[in-house]
T-cell receptor
Framework: DAGVIQSPRHEVTEMGQEVTLRCKPISGHDYLFWYRQTMMRGLELLIYFNNNVPIDDSGMPEDRFSAKMPNASFSTLKIQPSEPRDSAVYFC????????????FGSGTRLTVV | QKEVEQNSGPLSVPEGAIASLNCTYSDRGSQSFFWYRQYSGKSPELIMSIYSNGDKEDGRFTAQLNKASQYVSLLIRDSQPSDSATYLCAVNKWRNAGKSTFGDGTTLTVKP
């Protein structure tokens, strides 16, 4: 199994530009999570999906952020327009619906907005 | 009060010593508990899970759970410099089996 696959690994963009982060979860996993991690705020849950349906997006910072999961094997997180304070590492993770199972994280996307 | 609390550290131990990492949680509906290790610049990696009171051992790692006192701990025996990382505690609840609540992590440094 290739694990959770995220792309790109690094993204440098100018303020105001649109950024799209991509994630392919592990096949058969029912849940997909998007997290953001910074030194100041730690690991923050942005949004998560169950069977491709968004369940809780209360962690999405503002309307500039949007996420989709059009099918079980693909999800995107979009930031439009991007701002320097969005600079962080964005992780995607997936898991089964079993209570006693933990997450598998992707390698993350390091986003720098200049 | 945060749902899951960990000592922020940093925790420093000499090589070969036992490192003890602690985590407390506030919701008695919590049922599954996880420890993740995150090396600097890397993603979190699941290293231990525990669901029943008592100890669970896996190599040099032992997870301990006490539901009555609402704490879970991770012991690392014979600590190695390669164990230097941030350790995240995470908790699942019955009523939401999919989503984990994470602590802020404890940074461990093992000095040669």
């Amino acid at each position: 199994d290739a694990g959770v696959i995220q792309s790109p690994r690094h993204e440098v963009t100018e303020m105001g530009q649109e950024v799209t982060l991509r994630c392919k979860p592990i096949s058969g996993h029912d849940y997909l999570f998007w997290y953001r991690q910074t030194m100041m705020r730690g690991l923050e849950l942005l949004i998560y999906f169950n069977n491709n349906v968004p369940i809780d997006d209360s962690g999405m910072p503002e309307d500039r952020f949007s996420a989709k999961m059009p099918n079980a094997s693909f999800s995107t997180l979009k930031i439009q327009p991007s701002e320097p304070r969005d600079s962080a590492v964005y992780f995607c993770a997936s898991k089964t619906d079993r209570l006693n199972y933990g997450y598998t994280f992707g390698s993350g996307t390091r986003l720098t907005v200049v | 009060q945060k749902e899951v609390e960990q000592n922020s550290g940093p925790l420093s131990v000499p090589e070969g010593a036992i490192a003890s990492l602690n985590c407390t949680y506030s919701d008695r509906g919590s049922q599954s508990f996880f420890w993740y290790r995150q090396y600097s610049g890397k993603s979190p990696e699941l290293i231990m899970s525990i669901y029943s009171n008592g100890d669970k051992e896996d190599g040099r790692f032992t997870a301990q759970l006490n539901k009555a006192s609402q704490y879970v701990s991770l012991l690392i025996r014979d600590s190695q410099p390669s164990d230097s990382a941030t350790y995240l505690c995470a908790v699942n609840k019955w009523r939401n089996a999919g989503k984990s609540t994470f602590g802020d992590g404890t940074t461990l440094t093992v000095k040669p």
